[in-house]
């Protein structure tokens, strides 16, 4: 999953973007609120990580740009701004959550969790499509009842086709959102990753979608 971490805090963006790693996800750090807007409607993301007292331009401003510009990204909105009237601000803006600091990295985790799975239509932490399993939780990969063992590349791509298991995904796209930016992306291929998938639970868990991409096949 790729997420867009917006803060000013060198410390703080620096520590969210570890343990943003660490659950296998692919983030990004901006740290003014002109290059947020910039990245934001430029580029696809899962989610969008928002501190709202950005220099450049303030994050309500980005979020409401973003908004305007038909940017439907979910949005976790963090802010120092802890008052009632602030809270309702930003969710009228187009936020889909609102986190006040100082806050436990822990719950940032979890909301978004929570707005990966509503994105794509979950309201479980556990994905299911056909036999194929997903508990986003412990990032454990089951298939008709058995774990799966994955690498962290492996499992960044099936959890990809979990959160959009109706889409074909083109190549380019899962590209973008399992590979960190400053990766040599050319050192494995995106189809080595599928080819060990299919051996791994099933030769046809990936369909190929020819001249288009691929698409979950998890019947």
Request: proline share 3%; aromatic share 6%; net charge negative.
């Amino acid at each position: 999953m790729k997420i867009l971490v917006v803060e000013d805090d060198v410390r703080l963006g620096q520590q969210i973007i570890e343990t943003l790693e660490s659950h296998d996800w692919v983030p990004e750090l901006s740290q003014d609120g002109v290059d947020a807007l910039y990245r934001a409607t430029s580029e696809e993301w899962d989610v969008i990580v928002l501190d709202l007292g950005l220099p450049k331009l303030d994050g309500l401003t980005v979020l409401k740009s973003m908004r305007d510009e038909n940017i439907n990204t979910p949005v976790v909105v963090l802010s120092a701004r802890d008052n009632l009237t602030q809270r309702v601000e930003g969710l009228n803006a187009g936020a889909d959550d609102y986190l006040t600091k100082p806050f436990e990295v822990v719950e940032l985790i979890a909301r978004i969790r929570a707005q990966l799975r509503r994105a794509s239509g979950n309201a479980s932490p556990i994905l299911q499509v056909g036999d194929l399993s997903l508990d986003t939780r412990s990032s454990k990969v089951m298939w008709q009842g058995t774990p799966v063992s994955l690498t962290a590349l492996e499992y960044k791509v099936i959890a990809y086709f979990m959160h959009n298991a109706d889409k074909v995904i083109s190549r380019t796209e899962l590209v973008e959102h399992i590979y960190k930016q400053d990766f040599d992306r050319d050192s494995n291929t995106i189809e080595v990753f599928i080819g060990r998938i299919r051996r791994k639970i099933a030769p046809n868990i990936i369909k190929t979608v020819r001249g288009l991409g691929y698409q979950l096949h998890a019947e």
